[in-house]
């Protein structure tokens, strides 16, 4: 964490300076906004606080809600999720308070006595070690309290407008503010108000998605489930462990939940049959206990407290476009509405994914919008949100209902007795959030260098590595130190005697074809846009930090104080030349915003590189 | 962290919920309170923290500030500190803001050119591994806020009341509150506060000291030193890790401080003349800033900004006795007046100590005052109070004189060239806080049978290893699940095969005689004053958790939920049997409210064990 550059500060360096649209900001809604959120779920709380980042940029988040989220909803936190936060500042804080998935274990009827369930297998949760951050359980109330305060701590002091409902939007393509937004408050008075952009982040009723006209199609199958936060005692050994339990009786997704006794029961009630009318929904508590009572047997539950349930049933559906572009014009006209989350695509809670994939939702497009809106970037750069998330969107939707209906089925439907948990075990890379790819497009190179850098998949996330600080000596997680702040990361790996990485430095901060001087706006910091570091082969002790050139050691803030903080060099019995499988002779590695690998490049290869950014920045 | 055992918890369970006095608790200092703390400093505001703990005793804590502390003091955090951060819930997010030292270089002359300085050494900060804490440099406002949020978090919502200063106390020995205390506010109005007991945290200069009248003895020797918290830029390359620079123009003890550019210089200004009377506390700031830049030639500073300085001198002393009765008296009567941290000893700053033993300090009386006025102990627990903490006072003014002299020394004055790293190396324990060793006596059992815990010593505080939580396989830090709630922990580590554990645990939950039950108040919960863990040789997956006896799961809370994470097993790689040498016929092991080991005796020895108890308990 970087403070006291721009003076002292003697409180919580993570709140930071209030700045521009920031300062005396007043509670209320304004008239006219650079960006409205509508909806504070997990995709429009994190773009709320993505955007919060950003002082130039008014935005504003209405929700139809009087208050904060109190209880229910999705408690899966996939580590790709936990990463994200960690971006935002907060990942140490809900791991403290979340239950970490360590396994998983599966149950199944005995052959013995088919009406008795037994453990048949425990696996552990991250066999391969796909990430550092942990799998967790924790509300999502939980992690939109975290949002909120990342939001309400950015420079742009963003709070949440509560009890606002949206009703309809127009795009004028009128004028700076184009969208015309319908809203109405708790008494039913409607209020306009102007946006330049629009994010329906309304979940899955979503009346933003409803009024760009955009479909949200798929299968008509549904399947209905309770689900109970219960509070109980039980001689069932596995209560806090994560169990996939299928029995003579149906099944059960038991999840254990924070705070050492809450645990969370999916409990399967079939097929809806298609003329069931919400039926289904109507199911008692006593029902759901009852029938979670009977799969577990010869366990028993003794419940003495339901902190929420619910019964839903469950389609598969996704919207055939995230924005207010039809197909037919797509490339053409610009996007000024978007919609993410549960407005985008509706699947069962199984496989933990609602929470999670809404959120990267959000991640992907926070960045784009202040990239235009700081006019940085040309509105194109908006297409590709759409392009980006929905395969994401369809991969999640064809997986959950894989997995969904592997986990309603009786074990004798399954392909082998082990099915399960192989497919559990195979596919871990996805529900852990790991597995988006995104192609090659304006912000992902081509591959044709991917080989200097085979750990570092072009349009996957960055995966980190541990390295030491040279000044200082400290080991430190390399993507840790990526935070949300819409900064492009330039990461030069050395060659072995570091003339190609000096020789690479200097170009970088002294060639007006340098991205980080071609595309910086007047009067800002040098790192404000790009934020630049260097790795070197030799050990941390071994480097002269005085002899690394400039743009490694960025002057910053008011005092033109030198950030020394940026100079890192490979452990030697860790090696992340060796772990990532890094070229000898040294690799240039581009980050987005949002984490995602976007080029892989030799030292010597400033001219692609430069390439690469131009079609990206209009400044 | 546990918690929804008393029913679903929305917001943030570090927030427990307000009970007794902290329910609707005013804002304003009552007539009458169970204790009154004087001093907002390390050793106030720990110990406020701490009985904030207790909902049914009064503590009110008062500040001559009108305010938090802002900026200046003590930086240095010792491993021990951060240990105890972590039993009061923060130590994740103050390491998250902290710089992290990770090693320490030694500057002196360059033996070819003696006006300029050369590195001679680099030593890591913890070459033994003492602790899994990091050793950190924070400003101690930070601390103190952590602390507050603790104390304001706490179920007696403990607010410190700022603006009113200690001028005098009498022991009445009268009536339910016999110390009168005399405060003004900040018009210099009187009033009279009656509390049961006193602590004097009100520092160096501490009037509840000589209220009582104690003697603060010590050397008469005064050193000055600069101290000047800095941003500017250097060619010093080491300007980020913590460095001893010893010169020809006198000596720097330099501080990398958190946020990445800000450090701490500590500025040798010589031996003080017997008639200097505060002359050398009007040194200019530029003469610091000059005399460094001519004890780091050939390097300079350019400095930008200086956000703190002072100039100060320091003697070494310690006061004669830590509460209001006179040695003589010693035993005859109670105490009800304490004095902990710079009120009781003051020394050098050089060290990085007088946060860290002050909240010591605090964190060792906290408890035994919480367990007098809730009335499970006798009053003569607070004597030991004075008994503990003194012999560390003086062995810190010791350590203290010895590093502080050779920092200020000239190379060649000391014994060897590398005097200075090899002290700092060897008496590494010390400084990081590990040193600590409590005698026997009331809370320190006698030590028959260390033998069965060798990797325990009694009297020092528990160092924690990792075990597997069976009910989840989560890994977790055994000692970092002993949060600062005033209970006594009893570690009960198997036999081979369990058998007498199991008879442990029977006895420990049914009989009688066995602590848990002998000293339990009516209605309150079993593990409201023990908390009891069982620690398996087993692998966690063999371990059958519905066998353990009901002590190591015990109901809790209105719905008498079974707690089931009290039950471990070592790991099978890095056994915490093998790392602490424990008995493999098993051993227990009984850890004080404030982490130090009181107890080791075998499985069996449960007559010993109900003895040791007896006399500390008079419930
Ligand atoms: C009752 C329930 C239970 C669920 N259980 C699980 C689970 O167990 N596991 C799991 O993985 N997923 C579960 N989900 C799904 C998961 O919560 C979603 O995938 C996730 O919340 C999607 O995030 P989002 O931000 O897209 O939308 P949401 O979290 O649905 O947020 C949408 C927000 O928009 C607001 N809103 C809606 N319409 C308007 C309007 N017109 N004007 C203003 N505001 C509006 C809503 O009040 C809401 O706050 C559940 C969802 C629901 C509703
Ligand atoms: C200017 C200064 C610089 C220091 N620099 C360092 C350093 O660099 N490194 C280091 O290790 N240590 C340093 N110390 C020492 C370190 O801060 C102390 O060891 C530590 O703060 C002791 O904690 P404490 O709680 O005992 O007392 P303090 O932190 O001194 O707190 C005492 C509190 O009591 C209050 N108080 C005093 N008298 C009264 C009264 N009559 N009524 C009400 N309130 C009262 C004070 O305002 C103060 O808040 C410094 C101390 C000072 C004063």
Redesign the interface.
Known sequence: ?????H????????IKPAAGVGIDRPAELPDEVDVLIVGSGPAGMLTAAQMAQFPSITTALVERRDGRL??GQADGIQARSVETFQAFGFA??I???A??I??MCFWKPDPENPDHIVRTA?TPDDPTGISEFPHLIV?Q??VL?YYAEAAAHGPARLKPNYGWEFQTLEVTNEGDYPVKVTLTDEDGNERIISAKYVLGADGARSRVRDSIGAQHVGGVSYHAWGVM?V???T?F?D???KCAIQSKHGSILHI???????FRMYVDLGEVAADDAGAVRKTPLDTIIAKANEIITPYSLDV??V??WSVYEVGHRVTDRFDDVPVEQAGERMPHVFIAGDACHTHSAKAGQGMNVSMQDGFNLGWKLAHVLEGRSPESLLSTYTAERQVIAQNLIDFDREWSSMMAAKSEELESPTALEEFYVKTIEFPAGFMTEYPESLIVGNNKHQDLAKGFTLGKRFKSVIVNRV?????KHLGHLHQADGRWRIYAFGDKDSTKLHEFGEWLGTNPESPVLAHRKDGEDINALFDVKAIYQTPY?EV???KAPAIFKPE?GP???????NVFAADVEESIFDIRELSKDGVVVVVRPDQYVAHVLPLDATDELAAFFKPIFTV
């Open positions: 964490m970087q403070f006291h550059h003076g002292y500060v003697s409180t919580d360096p993570r109190v209880i140490e804080r791991i403290q308070e239950y970490r360590t396994e425990r509300n109330a939980r309290d936060d509070l109980a005692n001689d050994p209560v806090r462990t254990p939940r924070e705070g050492g006794y809450l003495k407290d902190a929420w000044c200082d000596g400290n080991p002790d002269d930090i005085t910053n005092f033109g104080l030198v950030n020394l903080e």
